[in-house]
């Protein structure tokens, strides 16, 4: 509760109006738009096209790679998948997780963030067949 509290009590400080947007800002996490929009990209576009955007993401509104992990392995739990792709993309996102927590490269775990989705595209393009 208290956590909340001094939250809010910094946002305000920050902005005259609490929103949404205004708490995510304050707190340093990434917004729901912005995982949505990482997640669109990490299934959507090529490997180098991925990599670009959401390295030019992060340093546009200074996100950590580790909290974008985080976010989107939430992101991954509500979208409908295969199982087996659901279950191999979680452990390739817990692996990225546990080596960011010990200072790797950031540029090298975003490839493998890159990697991991495109490996499960190309099982959920497997399975759809």
């Known amino acids: ?14 902005s005259q109006q609490i929103t ?3 708490v995510y800002l ?20 090529p490997f180098a096209t991925s ?14 790679l580790v909290d974008i992990v985080r976010e989107v392995t939430m992101f991954v739990f509500k979208i ?11 452990n390739e996102l817990a692996d990225i997780e546990y080596r960011l927590t010990f200072a790797c490269n950031d540029k090298l775990q975003l490839g ?3 990697a991991a ?3 499960a595209r190309a099982a959920l393009v497997a399975a759809a067949k």
């Open 1 to 14: 509760m208290r956590k909340a509290l001094n939250i809010l009590q910094s946002t305000h400080m920050a």
């Open 112 to 114: 493998s963030l890159t």
């Open 80 to 90: 409908k998948m295969p199982p087996d792709v659901r279950v191999q993309l979680i």
């Open 26 to 45: 304050c707190t340093g996490n990434p917004l729901p738009k912005d995982i949505e929009q990482i997640s669109y990209w990490l299934l959507n576009e």
């Open 20 to 22: 949404e947007e205004a």
């Open 117 to 119: 989705f495109t490996r």
């Open 51 to 64: 990599c670009k955007r959401i390295s030019e993401i992060k340093t546009r509104k200074g996100l950590a």
